[in-house]
């Protein structure tokens, strides 16, 4: 039966920094927060059934940033991965990573590969983490994966499957339904391929204040959606 709850969210976490320049603080107290809201949306989210949450964590964009901070979000990540096994083990969640991992520093590659392995036979929620990730940068991966080893001919006849299938995650659904916070209409390369008809929500609200209820806004905004998929409705098509 359709729950009219979309099966796979993605979130860019986005006013970070805005959150603590208001409060005169220094950016990394936002990031700090804003992994405080990123624990509270993964419990609401897998208490109301949601099967697949990927959070855009880090972007291949984002080593533009001050070392200082790079290297702060960097050991915020190792340490999420690290301290909240119980909580994954408690809720059956199961942690997996997007994103190019041969990028990042090894110890978070090792927490990831770890927490992923520690995991992996959990049925309930899954937790993807968009780490080192960009969309443009998952599309070549998997266009070269493709490649290698395919004569001129084979290359001509690549489907869209054929893509799909050498994505980071190919087994994972579409998602249905991307938010961002912090009011910028832009989904700054995010999931660009599967994200093709993705329903988004904007929220003007920051991401460390962040709470339950407001991904409760965000479905009950995505329930009221009309998605047709470049179709039309059946009582429409005459
Ligand atoms: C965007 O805010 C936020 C980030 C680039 C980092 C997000 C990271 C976390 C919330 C911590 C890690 C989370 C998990 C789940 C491991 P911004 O800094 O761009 O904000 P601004 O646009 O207001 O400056």
Redo the contacts with the bound molecule.
Sequence with gaps: MDSGLPLHIGII???????A?QRSQI?TQ??LE??K???RI?KAASDMGIKYLT?????TE?WKRAADEVGF?MG??KQ??RNELDFYRENRIRIRHTGDAAGLPPDVQAELTSAAADTKDFEGMQVI?A?NYGGRNEIVRAVRKLAAGKSGADLSAISEQDITACLDNPDVPDPDLIIRS?GEYRTSNFLLWEGAYAELHVSTK??PDWTGDDLTAALRDFQNRDRRFGGVKARDSI
Aim: net charge positive; charged share 15%; no cysteine.
């Design positions: 976490m986005d006013g970070n920094g805005r959150w320049r950016r936002g990031h804003g992994l809201a990123a624990k993964v959070l855009y964590a880090f972007s984002n979000i915020l990540i999420y991965l983490l780490i912090a920051l991401w």
